[in-house]
């Protein structure tokens, strides 16, 4: 028999909702015949879907201003890298990096402490919307290579534990900053809210204060293969999507 839909809330039910959020529609869906790792329709700004290559998936152009676009696909532990190829275009501008959930589709990666990028004017870095010297800056013909490596949360956190039981006076906050991380890192259940007749997601914002790091995680950025050196070092603990952000025509592949 077919699921019965969800109610909808009754006018003047109050709902309990977190202090800071974003909605995303319920009914959009990134899967794809052989879930392979895509341009996300979630998560990528309205104003770039419709430039999106349709057939394939894997490329997009800017419009305007800087927009956000992330991958379908995001990675809580391990080493992963993807690439780029750059075509600036009449002026644009490229930023490429890693981004989680929350990061905001409106506005540039980097631009917030959960996203981190490497952008193409200067080879700048940006994270927290703080723009420091980093590398070679990029163009168009550029090949860009984006690495992650995040430590296993759970392992962490287990063999903290283990080291904190057989060491004499080992700190307790030390294992409890572990468990926070592995917590962190693990996927929440996400509560349904309705507007009108539309179902959208809850994404709640975590405050960066609160949130642990990944001790040893690290982000660093390639030319063309060429190694331009650890960017970003003890990321904020999550899950992180590939992200590019783009302004005006500029491109990616």
Sequence with gaps: AAAAAAPLP?????????????????????????YSCKISKVYTSTHLLDRVDKETRLSITGHKGYRLSRATH?????????????????????????????????????CEPWSYSYRDVEGTKFTNAVPKSYAQPY??????????????????????????RAKKGASKAQEQAAAAAAAAAAPAAQQVVYWGQMAYFVVPHREAGQVPKHKGGQIRFYKNGEDQGVAFNDVLSGEYCPAVSLYKNARVT
């Design 74 to 110: 995001a990675v809580p532990c391990g080493d992963w890298y993807y690439e780029v190829s750059v075509e600036l275009n009449d002026g644009g501008h490229v930023r490429v990096g890693w981004a989680q959930g929350q990061a905001d589709m409106d506005l540039p990666c980097g």
């Design 139 to 164: 163009g168009s013909g550029d090949v860009i290579g984006c690495r992650i490596t995040l430590p296993d949360a759970a392992a962490a956190a287990s063999s903290s534990s283990r080291r904190g």
């Design 10 to 34: 009754a006018p003047g039910d109050k709902l309990e909702l977190p202090g800071k959020y974003s909605l995303r529609l319920k009914n959009r869906t990134d899967d794809t015949a052989d």
